[in-house]
């Protein structure tokens, strides 16, 4: 293989393999984003349900039947909500600093191939 080929190949998957380690925990952060209301709506369902069967267990209507399984499905989904929010804002941050990261590298890689094969021999520069 020819030298330039060798070293534009090696740059490329030197620079794949840092992007992927420094977008690893982004996945989690995406799928806690995701899931967590749901799982906070979840339990705001099973907390409505278990309201729902102590009424009918009591047959009447009170205030404090209700109120412990209503603030408990509503504690659920404030949980919820505060492991989503802060789970996507990482995530936002964490995608711009990767996308600025991978700027930074390209840039490096791009100079780092001239410098050692010399000026002009850029694919670009030839087209």
């Known amino acids: 293989a020819q030298p330039e080929a060798q070293l534009t190949r090696r740059l490329r998957d030197s620079l ?3 992007l992927q380690r420094l977008q690893a925990g982004q996945v989690l952060l995406a799928s806690v984003g995701s899931v967590s209301p749901f799982v906070g709506l979840f339990g705001t369902v099973w907390g ?3 309201a729902m069967m102590g009424i009918s267990a009591e047959g009447s209507v009170s205030i404090d039947k209700v109120a412990g399984p ?3 499905a509503l504690i659920m989904t404030a ?3 505060a492991v989503a929010i802060p789970a996507v804002l990482a ?3 964490f995608g711009k600093m990767v996308s600025a990261c991978e700027a930074d590298l390209e840039g490096f890689a791009h100079d780092l191939r001239e410098a050692l094969l010399g000026p002009g021999t ?3 520069e030839r087209d």
């Open 16 to 18: 794949h393999d840092v």
């Open 48 to 50: 409505i349900y278990h």
């Open 70 to 72: 209503v603030g408990e």
């Open 79 to 81: 949980a919820g909500l």
């Open 91 to 93: 995530y936002n941050v």
């Open 122 to 124: 850029s694919r670009r």
